[in-house]
């Protein structure tokens, strides 16, 4: 059988590399990485104009959706917090655009932390635009534990707490259309988020990518096959 071609969208922005000094694509090798631990293969997605989102989600058997800036309060109809991030337009319109599509399409899903806070968004919730305790300061990941919620996906792939990477200020507020909370840290903040049903579709507010358990990872790759 193939292996299952897992798109990951990915950073735009400026890089230097050898001699170069210039706007880039980006992402963390850990991604791909861990697609390809987990029995897939991983192809990058730039951002590109959203209508052309359901030929590219067509062309894949599941679909990451990447960590990164803060979401543009704008997209949940709320006002900036001064702690809020920049703004990253292009990414949450051609992001936005691919959940969309593989919501319609049925096609395997899963957001890591602004992803998850994405999926969230794409189906009318709002966000927590700052929280204290989830980082470990700039450019250092926390630790902690979650919780699964018994009877969901997510329980059924990791059904034990976990002590798991993290580095986000925002998080789930009011949950978008469908979706069910399916771990919790130790203080409330919701950790994980699934459609419960046949579509398989979740969202993780740590970073797996960074962690050596390939469960989740497994979990989108044996619904892509």
């Avoid at 000094?21 to 991604?31: F, G, K, T």
């Avoid at 590219?56 to 543009?72: Q, S």
């Avoid at 593989?102 to 932390?113: K, R, W």
């Avoid at 534990?145 to 580095?167: D, F, H, I, W």
């Amino acid at each position: 059988m193939p292996k299952p071609l897992i798109g990951v969208t990915t950073y735009l922005d400026r890089a230097r590399w050898g001699v170069w000094d210039m706007p880039a694509a980006l992402l963390p090798e850990s991604y791909p990485r861990l697609v390809q631990a987990a029995g897939g293969i991983a192809a990058m997605l730039p951002p590109d104009a959203p209508a052309t989102a359901p030929e590219a989600v067509a062309r894949l058997d599941a679909l990451v959706v990447a960590g990164g800036a803060d979401v543009d309060p704008v997209r949940y109809g709320a006002e900036r917090d001064p702690r809020t991030g920049p703004a990253a337009a292009e990414r949450d319109s051609w992001e936005l655009a691919l959940i969309d599509a593989a919501l319609a399409t049925g096609t395997p899903l899963l957001g890591v932390c602004r992803g998850m806070q994405l999926l969230n968004v794409a189906l009318g919730g709002t966000l927590v635009q700052h929280l204290d305790g989830h980082t470990g300061g700039p450019g250092v990941f926390a630790a902690h534990t979650v919780k699964p919620v018994p009877g969901t996906r997510y329980a059924s792939l990791v059904p034990e707490a976990v002590t798991v990477p993290t580095y986000h200020h925002q998080a789930v507020d009011r949950l978008g259309r469908g979706l069910t909370p399916s771990a919790h840290a130790e203080d409330g903040t919701v950790e994980a988020v699934e459609l419960p049903g046949t579509r398989w579709a979740m969202g993780v507010q740590w970073h797996p990518e960074m962690d050596a358990d390939l469960r989740v990872m497994e979990g989108l790759v044996a619904a892509a096959s």
